[in-house]
């Protein structure tokens, strides 16, 4: 990397996301070494939260709107400063934004017949398929049970746990 890239990376940030993809649940911004700079500008839209985590603890959770994020890394200085971490600020943050929109028509189904008992016809097979919607609603539950450190989480990760729940509940 040269000095160019290198001062590239150490001015201040504009932290936004544009997904196209309509069925992505979480996205961490990829900031080069999770170093977000003091005075980064955050945008959040409508139908998306973002979360920033500080230090490695869940600090944050913005709402739509643009916001102005407060770190310990300060442009330049922060790098200096750093010479005993390999000139690596040991200040690390990142922000996971996460789409609070509804992802519908989900598919679901058994993989194969279940075995119910019927008080009348006795034993039975049971087959059921059908469609959810997914929503987010508490992105903090989601990052600490699910997402952990990925940069990227779909609706499709989460379909083998939504397809046992539901596969229990009918076998109950």
Same mark, same amino acid.
């Given at each position: 990397?040269?000095? *160019?890239?290198?001062?590239?990376?150490?001015?201040?940030?504009?932290?936004?996301?544009?997904?196209?993809?309509?069925?992505?649940?979480?996205?961490?911004?990829?900031?080069? @070494?999770?170093?977000?700079?003091?005075?980064?500008?955050?945008?959040?839209?409508?139908?998306?939260?973002?979360?920033?985590?500080?230090?490695?603890?869940?600090?944050?959770? *913005?709402?739509?709107?643009?916001?102005?994020?407060?770190?310990?890394?300060?442009?330049?200085?922060?790098?200096?400063?750093?010479?005993?971490?390999?000139? #690596?600020?040991?200040?690390? !943050? #990142?922000?996971?934004?996460?789409?609070?929109?509804?992802?519908?028509?989900?598919?679901?189904?058994?993989?194969?017949?279940?075995?119910?008992?019927?008080? #009348? *016809?006795?034993?039975?097979?049971?087959?059921?398929?059908?469609?959810?919607?997914? @929503?987010?609603?508490?992105? @903090?539950?989601?990052?600490?049970?699910?997402?952990?450190?990925?940069?990227?989480?779909?609706?499709?990760?989460?379909?083998?746990?939504?397809?046992?729940?539901?596969? !229990? !509940?009918?076998?109950?």
């Amino acid at each position: 990397m040269g000095l *160019f890239d290198s001062l590239r990376h150490e001015v201040v940030d504009i932290i936004e996301w544009l997904d196209h993809t309509r069925d992505t649940l979480v996205w961490r911004f990829p900031r080069y @070494r999770n170093e977000i700079k003091n005075g980064a500008q955050l945008i959040v839209r409508p139908g998306q939260v973002a979360v920033l985590v500080h230090r490695g603890e869940l600090a944050d959770v *913005f709402e739509p709107g643009h916001h102005r994020l407060t770190t310990d890394n300060v442009p330049i200085l922060s790098r200096l400063q750093g010479w005993r971490h390999g000139f #690596e600020s040991p200040f690390k !943050s #990142e922000v996971y934004f996460v789409n609070t929109r509804q992802i519908v028509d989900l598919k679901w189904g058994t993989p194969n017949p279940i075995p119910v008992r019927d008080p #009348e *016809f006795g034993p039975i097979r049971l087959r059921a398929f059908g469609t959810y919607t997914l @929503r987010a609603t508490d992105p @903090r539950a989601l990052l600490r049970e699910l997402v952990g450190t990925d940069d990227h989480f779909e609706a499709d990760e989460i379909h083998e746990l939504m397809r046992g729940l539901i596969h !229990s !509940s009918l076998a109950q």
